[in-house]
């Protein structure tokens, strides 16, 4: 089963991606034009930027910047204007630079930093975290979408990416990079939140985790074929997915794909 699996995602993956160099100067330029073809996949990021809007109105409080992290080609901003959409690498639409294990930003001016699917590509967590405490305000805090380590996921994100590994055993949070991209490991989420949550506790006492949620986008996401593989549904087709994904509902425990991670700053 597993090979017959295996064999099918190769067979779906998109061929405009199929030798990209994710760690290149062109890689968001050509993601960007697969974003903008596909409704699906940026219907599923627009249900995932409202709830991270209603997530920071609901955990975080104060005023101060609201910055996005590693924003890619479907920044929060595209929902909220003045969220701050920052990379690591410049790209298309990107307000500016970023490191988040270096912030360019002053002590207690960010009242919230959100990230999507880039937590687990940071070499060095605990910088990252050690950055937050500083930038952060009081009441203010981080919402982080990662992969999920539910069965399905576990199973799928193995074999999805040849740059990215998913391993929840791995002893380290610090995961070995070959650039910005390639090396992350997608189970870093569970290592940190999860595995090892009262040596977060422990490390981060200021950085407390006031909320888990388990996303429900799991087949609209697939669909999709995100960025890298093809969408395998037509777009006629799109309003009986959100269907099918809106009774699947009771299954997210078991089908979720991705995670969501409210960390509040206390005082």
Not at 22 to 39: N, T, Y
């Amino acid at each position: 089963m597993a090979r017959l699996i295996n064999k099918f995602i190769s067979s779906i993956r998109d061929t405009t991606v199929a030798d990209i160099d994710v760690d290149g100067d062109h890689r968001l330029a050509i993601h960007a034009r697969i974003f903008e073809s596909k409704p699906l996949l940026r219907s599923v990021f627009s249900e995932l930027h409202r709830t991270f809007i209603a997530l920071d109105e609901k955990y975080l409080s104060g005023d101060g910047l609201r910055i996005e992290i590693g924003a890619g080609v479907a920044p929060v901003r595209d929902l909220a204007p003045d969220v701050l959409a920052t990379d690591i690498v410049p790209g298309p639409g990107l307000d500016r630079v970023l490191d988040a294990q270096a912030m360019d930003l002053a002590d207690s001016s960010v009242r919230t930093i959100f990230g999507q699917n880039c937590f687990h590509h940071l070499p060095d967590p605990e910088a990252f975290f050690r950055e937050c405490e500083r930038v952060l305000k009081p009441g203010g805090g981080v919402i982080l979408l990662e992969p999920y380590h539910g069965p399905f996921g576990s199973f799928l994100f193995k074999r999805l990416f040849t740059t990215e590994g998913f391993d929840k055993r791995y002893p380290s949070w610090q995961t070995p990079v070959a650039g910005p991209m390639n090396g992350a490991n997608q189970a870093l989420s569970y290592i940190v939140f999860k595995r090892d949550r009262d040596e977060f506790t422990l490390k981060f006492p200021a950085l407390r985790i006031v909320h888990e949620q388990t996303c429900s986008n799991y087949l609209k996401y697939l669909a999709s074929g995100g960025l890298n593989f093809r969408q395998l549904c037509p777009n006629w087709a799109i309003p009986a997915v959100s269907l099918l994904q809106f009774m699947l509902f009771p299954l997210n425990r078991w089908l979720a794909l991705h995670h969501i991670i409210v960390l509040r700053k206390e005082p």
